[in-house]
């Protein structure tokens, strides 16, 4: 099977290099099969590429690309933390989706699957995930999105 | 023990049909002895059963009645994780609640109620869980809650 | 090493009295190795010691605080899971943090470093955890944070 690397590429992408957490905590940990991923922003070139509130200005197109842009910076941590081997990744067992929104705003699930379109697309069938995604008052730097995830690894 | 269908049939209620989801994700996954279900909304009949916010129109009553939905919801995919067996959840370890609202609204423990009464009176002990419950700006479809669940298996 | 209630009292801190909960849920869970800890509030002497939201009137240290107090909370049904020894924590895996802030608040993460710095503190490395860090339109009985925490242990 072609690594996660190899479609990422053929989609024209790429990990990012991860993102140093803000203050006093890690990206990730593994405990145990579970590998925990810190919420992500959607940064991009050392900022973050989407700000700003569905509902309020911002498009869900735009929504959509954040979360995209979100995962793929879990990506980057999960990459770190495997050692730099994707193919460590059993399974995508959940996203969290975070979507910065006017309280009028309800189309959170065509934002959020902008993460996990681009999951499935690189992981196939392992990565299927469980997910939550709920509209918020506002994200940390004024993000439009943030991404947590949990993944089985072997 | 009584079984859970049993209770549920004693107190006039039965396990939905469950929802497919509306994206491109999965409704449950099982990893080793752990059983996360997605986000589950207050769906009834193919439709959202409670809408709006509290705080601004809906009543606590009402979020009540939304939490107690998505939390039969929540049952559905279990159900169906388990292969029609509910008899297999040893354990509910953690319901996230998130509630719809306006920024002055505080009651959010009691809307939250109709899910972990529920999950009690049908679970007993083993029903007893952690739960984490916040107020949202908004959630998918306009729904006044969501309830996301995390069960030990066996 | 010191223990974790050592470091405490230099800080001129203490475990507080685990707050019940106030529905029909419970406190925390041990789930093989992983103990869940419901989201807590910045409760002290019974009350919620820090209120309102970031942005209408709390300051960042104030809600640093609350994000503090709320962790010391953590710490409390954490000791009462751990039969009284919070030795038996191998590793702070996961925080999360809600914080009560208005649409154009966007420093959550230096009030949510009020939990982090201080499980740093007391922790090590093994209090070095991956976290997720959200605002919220509203908490439960209009706290300003809500800290919920997944810890494994021994």
């Given at each position: 099977?072609?690594?996660?690397?190899?479609?990422?590429?053929?989609?024209?992408?790429?990990?990012?290099?991860?993102?140093?957490?803000?203050?006093?905590?890690?990206?990730?940990?593994?405990?145990?099969?579970?590998?925990?991923?810190?919420?992500?922003?959607?940064?991009?070139?050392?900022?973050?590429?989407?700000?700003?509130?569905?509902?309020?200005?911002?498009?869900?197109?735009?929504?959509r690309e954040?979360?995209?842009?979100?995962?793929?910076?879990?990506?980057?941590?999960?990459?770190?933390?495997?050692?730099?081997?994707?193919?460590?990744?059993?399974?995508?067992?959940?996203?969290?989706?975070?979507?910065?929104?006017?309280?009028?705003?309800?189309?959170?699930?065509?934002a959020?699957?902008g993460?996990?379109?681009?999951?499935?697309?690189?992981?196939?069938?392992?990565?299927?995930?469980?997910?939550?995604?709920?509209?918020?008052?506002?994200?940390?730097?004024?993000?439009?999105?943030?991404?947590?995830?949990?993944?089985?690894?072997?």
């Amino acid at each position: 099977m072609e690594s996660i690397e190899a479609r990422l590429k053929a989609l024209g992408l790429q990990v990012p290099e991860p993102v140093a957490p803000v203050a006093n905590y890690v990206p990730f940990i593994i405990a145990g099969s579970l590998l925990f991923v810190s919420g992500q922003l959607p940064m991009r070139d050392g900022q973050i590429a989407v700000t700003g509130k569905l509902g309020a200005g911002v498009t869900i197109a735009e929504a959509r690309e954040a979360c995209r842009i979100a995962f793929l910076n879990v990506l980057a941590q999960a990459k770190l933390a495997c050692g730099g081997d994707l193919g460590r990744i059993a399974r995508v067992v959940r996203l969290g989706g975070f979507i910065a929104c006017t309280p009028d705003f309800t189309q959170h699930a065509l934002a959020m699957n902008g993460a996990s379109d681009l999951c499935v697309e690189l992981f196939g069938e392992a990565g299927r995930h469980t997910r939550t995604t709920i509209g918020v008052a506002s994200l940390p730097a004024d993000a439009t999105a943030e991404v947590e995830a949990l993944f089985l690894v072997h």
